[in-house]
């Protein structure tokens, strides 16, 4: 059974469209993360979700049921949009226990154990008050996994942690995933910092999923490329074009083309030389995932 189904999901401020007919899926013990940049419509998607804002249109199912009439779902599911309400004058470890309380956990030990698993033990009698932005993310994440959740909501759970700490949290969201099928929603603006914990990544823009990659196409689309560095760009890309029928290839600076469709280096030698252009190197090489989703982010903003 899907965890999470969301059918044609759309919000509208103001005759605006923040978030448009998003239609997504996550599985049991699938990390779906949501990447998109500061104002794509991460957190109003993920509060949708959680039933914390009413979406304009389109419905949300999860564990296969209407959450409107089945408040009780919300018991399998955990959460944490930043800027989530804490009692600031209690302790970390007091409101932990008031949560673990709240959601009919009975082990006193589960709240230190999730103290001790998000780095917090040594802070569990400091007011939330006197808590920096990395210490509250933290707690946050903490609280949401305090009841054995089987469906984590994060909204940008990496923002304000060290690596140290990043690294752990990542460890024990896939350890989630993996021993006990918790399926997690993720969202981050910072693609290094979900692209390996990520069993699908959907790429948010303006509102709009624009694209989800599940981890094959995620490979695929750290594209390789042969670079060459010509004496003349315009020339070698006629070559290219006419010639060689080879269309997906980008011009950088400094006399450098970038081309992604597969090419043999010595016949593209052999056709450079009889067109007089003078070939000075040829790189295989792999763009990174972060340069990708610059560039499919940037070719919506052009279109
Ligand atoms: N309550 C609101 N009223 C009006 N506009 C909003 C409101 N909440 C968010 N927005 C706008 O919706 C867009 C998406 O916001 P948000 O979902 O917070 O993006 P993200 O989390 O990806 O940074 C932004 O342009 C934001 O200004
Ligand atoms: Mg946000």
Redesign the pocket.
């Known amino acids: 059974m899907d965890v999470l189904r969301t059918f044609g999901l759309t919000?509208i401020?103001?005759n605006?469209q923040?978030?448009q007919n998003i239609d997504m899926t996550i599985k049991k013990g699938e990390i779906y993360g949501l990447i998109?940049?500061?104002?794509?419509?991460?957190?109003?998607?993920l509060k949708m979700i959680l039933h914390l804002i009413k979406p304009t249109k389109g419905k949300v199912e999860l564990f296969g049921k209407n959450p409107a009439k089945n408040q009780s779902i919300f018991e399998k599911i955990g959460s944490f949009i930043g800027h989530s309400n804490f009692y600031h004058n209690l302790t970390a470890e007091e409101n932990l226990e008031i949560h673990r309380r709240l959601m009919g956990v009975t082990s006193k030990k589960r709240t230190e154990e999730m103290l001790r698993k998000l780095n917090l033990m040594q802070y569990k009698d400091k007011k939330v008050e006197d808590f920096s932005v990395g210490m509250k993310q933290r707690l946050g994440i903490a609280r949401s996994m305090l009841h054995y959740p089987e469906f984590l909501i994060l909204?940008?759970p990496t923002n304000g942690l060290d690596p140290q700490v990043m690294k752990d949290l990542r460890q024990t969201l896939l350890k989630l995933a993996n021993d006990y099928e918790v399926a997690i929603l993720l969202?981050s603006?910072i693609l290094s910092e979900i692209d390996h914990l990520s069993s699908v990544l959907g790429i948010?823009h303006r509102?709009r999923l624009i694209e989800e990659l599940n981890y094959e196409a995620l490979q695929e689309k750290k594209k390789r490329y042969l670079q060459i560095s010509v004496n003349n760009v315009n020339k070698a890309s006629f070559i290219l074009e006419n010639e060689m029928k080879i269309s997906d290839y980008v011009i950088c600076n400094n006399g450098l083309i970038k081309i992604y469709n597969s090419v043999q280096a010595a016949e593209l030698n052999a056709r450079m030389v009889d067109g007089f252009v003078e070939v000075y190197e040829m790189v295989n090489a792999r763009d990174s995932l972060e340069n990708y989703f610059l560039s499919i982010t940037k070719e919506e903003d052009l279109s």
């Open positions: 919000k401020y103001q605006k923040v978030v998109g940049k500061n104002g794509a419509g991460k957190t109003t998607t909204d940008e969202s603006h948010i509102g």
